[in-house]
């Protein structure tokens, strides 16, 4: 393994730890020159404190690896070049002394697990293989072990044995504790068994744009779903019906009539759905947690190469951002240019290559820039009055509204209607309030978003013959202009939560590259045979820092990121922000 590979692994391991996911190891390329599979099991124990249980043992190495001894059925396993179905044998002679040794430490590792094979081994018993099966599936799934296969996948060596292991250790949806959620009619918690006798629920995973039309990939958590039965959007409350269901193949498929409880299907016919959504039974509503949806924190101008194709970078977008709440698109107020933004540079460039591969839609985006939001600092009261004549009907409204900024963690605009007396009949408010909400997305310094704002709606004056929905839409957009500039805004900057993994001897170079950054690490702590430094900084800091903690730690060293909450940009960087430094 790579140095980046193995810093991988470490983070997958925390992961499925963090997530109580069983799981199963492939050693692959077992036929490349340098393999050393006892090595690569010590490095699984040593860097990732796994508990490992050796199930196979390669037949060969590098250039001569033909398959593998399977120490659970003692059976040799050879394949035949474009044959991915394998010979069983004998073992060889030549490996019969080593297919022994870990036959015994299989047995071994196992007993300390598991009482039955406990006693068996002790007592000197033969242990039939299913009952090997039955128990390494058993600490397997409780996570106390990890088995451990070979191979090579390039060759089709070791593919088939590995699915086999999936099927007979890994956990099937039943072995998992019941899926949560919510009921939307009542707002209380509710919990599904993941079995066919329950009421339906699903959640659609990822949308995509194919020949059949849109399909949608759903996982069905408990229930059964059948082609031409009706199902609820949870998440928007629309009901749809299910055109046709399909079992992928990659890029093949199979009709199916009918899907069940742990079934993973693409489903032709959902026409409003989006990455994230809950469908459940009509009758039986629930929304499941389904997916943290953060908000953009970088953006970046993006264009097609050829302008026919901007009518056809409109549609693809919107189709990626139905696939990718995270990923959305805006329009430039001032300069009119499409704003493509995401969670970060490998997101927009990783958007653009997709563009091109399933879209056939060349574009390019510009420079990445950090998406600031905009707040105000203090109250702010504002009093206008808008009057145009220009002959015909004219145009009057008065609007009196009164500016706060929101307590910390809230977001959007809260709007107050405070009019009494009806110094602004009822028909014109939902026009007062449209057009907040409309300043709120470019009406801060800069043309930078509003993050939250409270506004009141104090009082106000209309004119019988000239006041309309517009006219009060245009006194509260220069309303806004003015009370918002008067409210002390300040620039907001998104920070980033970092959990660098490392060796313990880069630790000090680590944690001073980040506060050099502006960073402040929260804490440290150890995790699989290294350090896992846990920090926030902003992102505007973190351009290519990949590239730079790698230069620092010799490869050693892996960071994952999340948006964690915006923070005042410090007044000696807004005029740079805003352009003007």
Known sequence: ?????????????????????????????????????????????????????????PLGVAGDFVGMIDLVAMQALRWQAGNPVPIASAIPPSMGDAAEAGRQRLLETLADKDEAIMVAYLSGEAVEAWRLKAAIRGACVAGRLTPVLCGSAYRNVGVRP??????????????????????????????????????????????????????????VYAGRIASGSAVLNSSSGKVERIGRLLRMHADSHTEIGEAAAGD??????????????????????????????????????????????????????????????????????ESGEMLLRGMGELHLQIAVETLKHDFNVDAVIGAPQVAYRAAATRRAEVDHTLRKQSGGPGQMARVRLAFEPLAEGETGLVFVNKIAGGAIPKEFVPSIEKALRQCLLDGGPGGHPVLGLRVSLLDGAFHAKDSSGLAFELATREAFRIGFAQAAPILLEPVMRIVVTTPEDHLGAVIGDLQRRRGQVL???????????IAEAPLAELFNYVTALRSLSQGRASPTMAFSRYAPLPASLMEKALGRG
């Open 264 to 333: 993973v299907i693409a489903v032709v016919g959902l026409k409003s759905v989006s990455a994230g959504d809950t469908l459940s039974e009509p009758g039986r509503p629930m929304v499941l947690s389904g997916f943290v949806i953060p908000a953009p924190v970088i953006e970046a101008v993006i264009e097609p190469r050829s302008g026919e194709e901007q009518e056809r970078l409109g549609q693809a977008l919107a189709m990626m951002t139905r696939s990718d709440p995270s990923l959305r698109v805006a329009v430039d107020s």
């Open 1 to 57: 393994m790579t140095r980046s590979l193995r810093n991988i692994g470490i983070m997958a391991h925390i992961d499925a730890d963090r997530f109580a996911v069983p799981r199963l190891c492939f050693i692959n390329k077992m036929d490349q020159t340098g393999a050393d599979f006892e090595r690569t099991v010590r490095m699984i124990e040593d860097r990732l404190g796994a508990d490992a249980i050796v199930l196979q043992l």
């Open 162 to 219: 590995l699915l086999d292991a999936i099927v007979d250790y890994a956990p099937a949806p039943f072995d998992r504790p019941p899926v949560a959620g919510i009921d939307p009619r009542t707002g209380e918690a509710e919990l599904r068994s993941p079995r066919p006798d329950q009421p339906f629920v699903a959640l659609v995973s990822k949308v995509q744009a194919s020949r059949f039309g849109t399909l949608a990939f759903v996982r």
């Open 523 to 533: 804490s440290t702590e150890p995790v699989a045979r290294a350090q896992a430094v």
